[in-house]
């Protein structure tokens, strides 16, 4: 893969059906897709740009290759529907959105960044991990059914 040819760019409505498409195929192949996705994925506009959140895209020789979104919660920003195309996984594409994420977060001076996560996901958590992303209390009402680890970055 040359580095050269893939660019982050931020939203655009013409790449709504690929923030939906990139997550609903990750989502159906480790676990399903629940109702409060299908409403986030359906309306990215709606429900993540319009409350002052943030939807990224790793573009690679003109193809839309990866996603990365950040949801406002109204308390804090957290990380979600990150998704890497799986014909250009193990390229560094999801490490390097999040590193995109967090240069941005900083800019912004936010204070910290959320992320939900399954453990099965092992190579993500790694990641997270890696990144400095630390485990922290999983609330019990968490929005997400197959959550079963909530992380947090100190910015």
Request: proline share 3%.
């Amino acid at each position: 893969m040359d580095k050269e040819n893939l660019e982050i760019i931020a939203y655009q409505p013409e790449f709504a059906a690929d923030f939906y498409n990139l997550n609903v195929e990750w989502l159906e192949k480790y676990f399903y897709v629940e109702t409060y996705d299908k409403k986030v994925l359906s309306n990215p506009q709606k429900y993540v740009i319009d409350p002052g959140g943030f939807i990224f895209f790793a573009k690679y020789n003109n193809e839309i290759v990866g996603v990365v979104s950040l949801i406002n919660q109204k308390t804090f920003f957290e990380l979600s529907k990150m998704a890497v195309s799986p014909k250009y996984q193990g390229l560094k594409i999801g490490q390097k959105l999040m590193y995109y994420c967090l240069e941005f977060a900083r800019n912004q001076e936010w204070k910290s960044i959320t992320l939900y996560s399954h453990r099965k996901l092992v190579p993500a958590i790694n990641l997270y991990k890696k990144i400095g992303f630390k485990e922290v209390v999983l609330e019990e009402n968490s929005r997400y059914e197959r959550s079963d680890i909530k992380m947090l970055l100190e910015l």
